[in-house]
Each structure stands twice: as structure tokens, then as C-alpha cells.
């Protein structure tokens, strides 16, 4: 009886991992790709040209390229090195590797799906003013947003008393007079020969991400074996500030794709709100597969400030967000259904 | 730069290490599109032949397509690469027959003309013949000009073993089902069954309709009383009653929510369950619509309440093995 309950946990270990790593595979060869065109074809020049002078504003503006280049976890790390490479600032690059999981139509989309109809959600016969598609959107949308624009702050300020120690070798800037040199060298080449050097760039990108996706997927298995929804959303019930830093842990450790993680958060019927955007906000910026990954871009001092910064303020956001919503709810907010017909989420 | 000290060395190391890279994502991609590959999960040698995936045990319908495009556009990026160092090789070769020394003070001089105008590149290229060229950008110019004398070393053996493990689970057959670890329902939180009145038969009926059905009084009228069928796990160990277990994705395995039914024979009824060789198999149950409340609030779980008779005997009419569905998860 015993190895036989061993034996399934254990293919129960390969089922999730086989799923993190094949979800985020395709992801994963997309974003080297367009990594290893970006390398061959993005002039620098352009880069310099288009961002915004002022710290702040390319910032900004970096959390919100998510918007137009749509990238998910996974497949943005590859991008965001070559967008490195090619002189775009550190703090830029770290607001869209942080919200452009998040702040990006397809993402936003998933969650106002997930959350659709939560508001009329009852619990013993009353309203129990569930966040709805809207609100949810929203609030995790702003929240991603303020987040990785003051982690991004806090990053330019570490930049500019390490500079350049806080990356990787293979994430390094390249000087200007080299960038130009290789790119005029390279309109000159043939066609086949451009896309051998993306082909080059594209898979070594993709085999070093692979080999720390799949560390990532094993950790995010063997937590996720001795963990279940049940034991998680019991333990929450009771208590807020309990409830957001255990749903915060669950995203570490469950490691789900920005895209699905809505619909997980959706299924904890009972939680509060607040909880959930907490879950929602800081999965797609840490997890375990995410923090294998960013070892290939950033040093370690810079991967802890930012960990920090991100799990500090989403603690701080959510409880706020909760103190705001579970007291204007019920004052502004009628949710017009019968009770008695209610409680139907997803 | 440390790669100039052995620079003999690294270049049989840099070919080594590429060619071992593009096998192992060769591998993977071989990989996936064989999980994406349909083929006969039951019924073979008849007319009615159910195809499968062996992704879907992992992933939802609709990430399936991805896992085709990931993979063929990981082909596309390797005959490319293939191609590209195919060439390199070759240049390497005649490079060493024509004169060895010659390429390492190339490679040395590219580190210098990058920080030197472009003229003097124009001059580098005055004494290359006429293939240099392309070894020049190929082999160690351009965007590899830090990285591949950077990474070679760190292309160490244990990053292709982290490689092989989805390659050689694959070939493990692993994974072969959903979820084996599930556990019952506990029932001593809901109340008690009174009789069921016939309602009709429904067949159409899916697992997730009815999970829906147990949210509202209305749809929960609706479906009270039905005879539906369903198929799914069998867990428990107890000859009145069991767990019909599916699972419902939104993506992945990982994000699997459990959908539970709860199946319970007849009370009137003295026929018992031989639950020793349905456990943990897929069933398919045949029985009538209830909802069950839970005591302490308003929500229900859904209840089939199996009804046998002369001509439906309780085992193997009403619960009958089946193979797992070419679909496992419920969407």
C-alpha cells in the first residue's frame, strides 16, 4: 500500500512537471526567436532614439511595452537580455520584465474572464462582495503596474552605484562603437547568413533558458506534491494578513503561466479579494522557474533587491486593497441579482 | 581574454558544444511533436477508432497548437543553425590547413578593430581570402564575440543531463495518466439522501454541467432527478458509496482543479459495490441527479444516486470500467 503511494506521488510529481515545462516551452522558443531577431535586426541607434531621456519616463514607458509586445513570463527573459544588450537602460528593461507579464491585452483578458460574474457571489445566503471581472482587471493591472515601476526606481539607483556588476556577462550592454561596427558589418551579409546568426542567438538563448525552466519546473513539482488547495484555502480562511502572505507563498511555489493563474485564483470561491490579487500580482514577477531564469540575466545581489522590493510591496498594496475594498464595497457597490440564484463563478 | 590561452582547445569545444546543443534541441522538439501526434487511444481494429494525445494528459486543448508551432519553429531555427555551422566547420578546416597560426591572430585582431574605426576593418579584410568574411561574423564575431569564448565554459555537462530528463521521460512514458494521488469526498459534512424521483434520461449531460448545475436553485431543480452518465476516476474504499473524480484545466496539470461527484447506492437498495476492482480506475457510472447541501452553508456538491434493478445489476451495468478518455481533464 505504502510504495504504492509513493509511486503515485511520484507520477503525480512528472504529470506537473511535464506540464510547467511544455506550457512554457513553446513561450520559451518563441520569445528566443524574437530575441535573436531583435539581435540581428533592432539598430541600437533606434533604441537610444526611442526611449525617453528622463529616468522616470522610460520607466514608465517600460512597463507599459507590454501593451504592445505581449510576452509572457517565460518568453520575456530572452527578450529582455537582448533588449540589455542592445543599450536599453536596466531600469527600463526591468519594468517590462515585471509588468509585461501582467500589463499585456492577453493576460488582462484571462483574468477579466476568470473573475466574470464573481461579484454575485453569495457565501451562507449573502452577498459576499467578491471582486468581478472588472474590478479585478483592474486592480491587478494598477498593482503590477505601481509595482514594478518603484521596483524599477529602486534598481536605477542600485545601477548607478554598481553599474554593470549587477548582470551577467551574457547580459552586458554593448559599447556603442562595437554595436555599429557589427551592425553596418551585418547588412552587408547575405540573407542566409543574417538568419544563421539569428538561428545562433535564438537556440543558444533557448537551450540556456531550457536547462533552468526545467530546475524550476522540478522545484515547483516537488513543493506543489506536498501542498493541496484544500489545506491552503482552510488555513486562510480566518485571517487576512495570513490569507495574502499564503497565497503570496503559493504563487512562489505553484509557478503557474500569467495567463491560467486567474482561473486558479478564481477557484479559491471563499478568499477575499485581496488575497487573490496578491497571488495574481506577485506570480508572474517570482516564482521558482522565474528565479532559475533570471540567474542567466541578473547577479544575485540585483535578483534580491528585486525580490524584496516586489514581495514587500505587494504585501503592503494588497492589504491596503483590502482595507479599501472590504469597506467602500458594501457601501457602493449593489450587485443586483437574487440571492438565491447566486453564486455562480467559474 | 581568457580564451586566447587555449584558444586551440575551445575550438573543438565551441564545435563540440554546438552540435551537442542542436541534438538536444533537436531531441526536444522531436518530442513534442510526437506528444502532439494523434494516435488510437481505443477502439483500434474497429470502425469507431478514438484518437488521442498524449499531450493531453498535460495541457488543455487549446495549448496543443502552440506545442506544434514551438516545436516547428525550434526545427526551423536548428536546420538553420545546422546550415550555418556546417559552413563554420568547413572553414574551420580549410582555415587550419592553410595556415594555423592565421586564425588566432584573427580572432585576436577582431577584439582590436572593434574598438578601432572602421577603416582599419576594411584592412583586416584586405588580407582575408575570399571565405573569411562569414567565419569572421560566424564563428567569433558579432554578438558572440564575449559569449561564445564566455559560455563555453559554461556549457557544463550537468546543464545537457537538467536537458535529457523531459527527452528520457518521454521515452519512460511518463507521464501516462492524471492525477493518481486523490483523495474522497468527505461526506459526514453534507446531509442525508432522501429518495430521488425519475426524470428523464440525459446522456449529453458532462461532468462540468453538472459541477455548474449545483451553483444556482434553478439549474439545480433542472437537473434534480435526471439520468445522467459519467465518466471518471473511482476512488474510495466503501461498498455503499465512492468519489467520481475528473479534473478541470484551465491551462496545465498544474493549475487542475478537482471536480468531485459523489456516487452512492440506492439506500433501499442491498446490492453492494465490489470496490476492490474499481478502485482507482476509470469508471463509468450510470445514475440518478441529486444535489447534496453541506450542513454548515448553502453550497452543494453533486450526488448520482445509482438505482439497480433486473435488468441494471449494480457492478459492471451501472459502474463499468472503461479506458481513460482521450481527453482526461474536464473543459
Known amino acids: 500500500m505504502d510504495t504504492n503511494q509513493a509511486f503515485d506521488r511520484i507520477k503525480d510529481f512528472f504529470l506537473i512537471f511535464t506540464s510547467i515545462f511544455y506550457e512554457a516551452l513553446p513561450f520559451i522558443v518563441l520569445g528566443s526567436i524574437v530575441a535573436g531577431v531583435l539581435e540581428e535586426f533592432l539598430p541600437q541607434s533606434l533604441v537610444a532614439r526611442i526611449m525617453p531621456k528622463s529616468k522616470f519616463r522610460a520607466i514608465a514607458l517600460g ?6 509586445f505581449p510576452m509572457c513570463e517565460c518568453g ?7 533588449l540589455l544588450r542592445k543599450g536599453l537602460p536596466l531600469s527600463s528593461c526591468t519594468a517590462y520584465l515585471l509588468a509585461g507579464p501582467v500589463v499585456n491585452p492577453v493576460v488582462l483578458l484571462s483574468t477579466f474572464v ?6 454575485n457571489a453569495t457565501e451562507s445566503g449573502k452577498i459576499s462582495y467578491q471582486m468581478g471581472g472588472w474590478m479585478m482587471m483592474l486592480a491587478r493591472g494598477l498593482m503590477a503596474y505601481v509595482v514594478s515601476v518603484v521596483t524599477s526606481l529602486v534598481v536605477e539607483r542600485l545601477y548607478q552605484k554598481h553599474g554593470n556588476s549587477l548582470l551577467k556577462l551574457t547580459a552586458l550592454p554593448q559599447s556603442k562603437m562595437e554595436l555599429e561596427v557589427l ?18 542567438t535564438a537556440l543558444h538563448d533557448f537551450i540556456d533558458i531550457t536547462v533552468f525552466l526545467t530546475i524550476g519546473a522540478l522545484l515547483a513539482a516537488f513543493t506543489r506534491i506536498w501542498l493541496t488547495h484544500d489545506a491552503i484555502a482552510e488555513l486562510s480562511r480566518s485571517h487576512i494578513v495570513l490569507a495574502v502572505l499564503l497565497m503570496m507563498s503559493l504563487a512562489v511555489v505553484l509557478c503557474l503561466c500569467s495567463e491560467a493563474d486567474a482561473f486558479v485564483a478564481a477557484s479559491f470561491v471563499t478568499l477575499r479579494p485581496a488575497a487573490k490579487a496578491a497571488f495574481l500580482v506577485l506570480g508572474p514577477m517570482l516564482d521558482l522557474k522565474l528565479y532559475m531564469m533570471y540567474t542567466r540575466v541578473f547577479r544575485p545581489r540585483l535578483i534580491w533587491t528585486i525580490f524584496i522590493s516586489v514581495i514587500i510591496q505587494v504585501f503592503i498594496y494588497s492589504m491596503l486593497l483590502h482595507l479599501a475594498w472590504e469597506n467602500l464595497a458594501p457601501k457602493y457597490f449593489h450587485p443586483k441579482v437574487d440571492p438565491v440564484a447566486s453564486g455562480l463563478e467559474k | 581574454m581568457a580564451h586566447e590561452h587555449h584558444h586551440h582547445g575551445s575550438k573543438s569545444e565551441y564545435i563540440t558544444e554546438q552540435v551537442l546543443s542542436l541534438s538536444f534541441a533537436l531531441a526536444i522538439a522531436l518530442v513534442c511533436v510526437f506528444l502532439w501526434f494523434p494516435y488510437p487511444v481505443s477502439g483500434q481494429g474497429t470502425d469507431s477508432v478514438v484518437y488521442g494525445r498524449k499531450l493531453s494528459i498535460i495541457l488543455h486543448p487549446k495549448f496543443h497548437v502552440w506545442v506544434l508551432v514551438g516545436a516547428v519553429a525550434l526545427l526551423v531555427m536548428i536546420a538553420l543553425r545546422a546550415i550555418a555551422l556546417w559552413r563554420e566547420i568547413s572553414i574551420l578546416k580549410s582555415d587550419a590547413k592553410c595556415d594555423h597560426d592565421h586564425h588566432g591572430e584573427n580572432c585576436d585582431h577582431h577584439h582590436h578593430h572593434l574598438e578601432n574605426d572602421k577603416s582599419g576593418q576594411e584592412n583586416c579584410h584586405h588580407h582575408d581570402h575570399g571565405q573569411h568574411h562569414d567565419h569572421n561574423h560566424d564563428g567569433c564575431g558579432h554578438d558572440h564575440s564575449h559569449e561564445d569564448c564566455g559560455h563555453s ?19 519512460l512514458n511518463l507521464p501516462n495518466e492524471v492525477f493518481s494521488n486523490v483523495k474522497a469526498v468527505d461526506l459526514s459534512q453534507f446531509g442525508e439522501v432522501g429518495a430521488v424521483a425519475e426524470k428523464g434520461v440525459d446522456f449529453n449531460v458532462g461532468f462540468l454541467q453538472l459541477e455548474m448545475a449545483a451553483m444556482s436553485q434553478e439549474s439545480r431543480n433542472h437537473y434534480e432527478g435526471k439520468t445522467v452518465r459519467l465518466v471518471g476516476k473511482y476512488v474510495g474504499e466503501d461498498e455503499k458509496r465512492f468519489s467520481l473524480i475528473r479534473f478541470k484545466i484551465n491551462c496545465c496539470a498544474a493549475d487542475a482543479v478537482p471536480l468531485n461527484s459523489v456516487i452512492m447506492v440506492d439506500p433501499a437498495s442491498m446490492e453492494k459495490i465490489n470496490w476492490k476492482g474499481y478502485r482507482n480506475k476509470w469508471v463509468q457510472v450510470t ?8 450542513k454548515d452553508n448553502d453550497q452543494f456538491i453533486t450526488a448520482l444516486i445509482l438505482y439497480p434493478d433486473a435488468e441494471h445489476k449494480l457492478n459492471d451495468d451501472l459502474i463499468k470500467v472503461v479506458p481513460q478518455d482521450s481527453n482526461p481533464y474536464a473543459n
Open chain 2, 153 to 171: 565554459h559554461d556549457m557544463a555537462p550537468w546543464r545537457f543531463m537538467v536537458l535529457a530528463l523531459p527527452v528520457i521521460l518521454y521515452f
Open chain 2, 287 to 294: 445514475g440518478r441527479v441529486h444535489f447534496l447541501k453541506r
Open chain 1, 63 to 68: 512597463a507599459v511595452l507590454g501593451l504592445i
Open chain 1, 114 to 119: 476568470a473573475f466574470d460574474g464573481m461579484e
Open chain 1, 183 to 200: 551592425e553596418e558589418n551585418g547588412k552587408k551579409d547575405a540573407l542566409l547568413v543574417r538568419f544563421g546568426r539569428i538561428s545562433q
Open chain 1, 76 to 82: 520575456i527573459i530572452p527578450v529582455m537580455r537582448r
